[in-house]
């Protein structure tokens, strides 16, 4: 575990139960294959979705950093958390191999892309008329992304290092891996 996190650590939950760790992994994957498709039409360059493409290749960049950067590092890593990525990251990686600081800043997609995704998605429907399943799976969209705030924020209310992680939704002081 890095140095700055271990004295930072809470009471919490040491091994989270599968059902919920699949769960809520297959909430994020419906919302990634929808914003997916939501960018499918946005973009299509030599017939190919061009935006959906960017959208996959981003995604699966910024989801192996991730478990580098803040999963090797957590106390979690080779252990189920509530997203079972500690158990993924000590496959792919060697124990405290990442940054902190790069970590912190990796998390800002799980902020950031939802509003991108749903504008870019609100102005090609307006400008194209989208059809009426591209509304159902933008609805979708938002439905899956305000469910999973909650789920969230109960994985994280469990955790060990909800104090301390970069990508924690319930942190109650101002901690964070650049200040320590």
């Known amino acids: 575990m890095y140095r700055c996190y271990k004295s930072k ?15 809520e992994n297959l909430l994020l994957l419906a919302t990634w294959v929808i914003a997916g498709y939501l960018f499918w039409p946005v973009w299509i360059l030599f017939n190919l979705p061009m935006l959906t493409i960017i959208w996959i290749v981003l995604v699966l960049i910024i989801q192996v950093l991730l478990k580098k950067h803040n999963c090797s590092g957590c106390y979690y890593y080779d252990k189920r958390c509530h997203l079972g990525w500690g158990k993924i990251s000590s496959a792919l990686f060697e124990q405290d191999s ?22 870019l998605s609100l102005i090609y429907a307006f400008i194209n008329s989208a059809d009426t399943a591209y509304w159902a799976f933008l609805i979708l969209f938002i439905a899956l ?4 705030f909650p789920i969230r924020k109960h994985g994280c209310s469990k955790c060990v290092m909800r104090e301390v992680c970069p990508g924690s939704a319930v942190k109650t ?3 964070d891996a650049s200040a320590i």
């Not at 992304?145 to 999973?148: A, D, E, M, P």
């Open 9 to 23: 650590n809470v009471e919490g939950v040491e091994l989270f139960p599968i059902f919920s760790v699949i769960g």
């Open 98 to 119: 990442g940054d902190p600081n790069v970590g912190m800043k990796l998390s800002l997609f799980y902020i950031i892309t939802p509003p991108i995704v749903l504008i």
């Open 145 to 148: 992304n305000v469910l999973s």
């Open 173 to 175: 002081n101002e901690n």
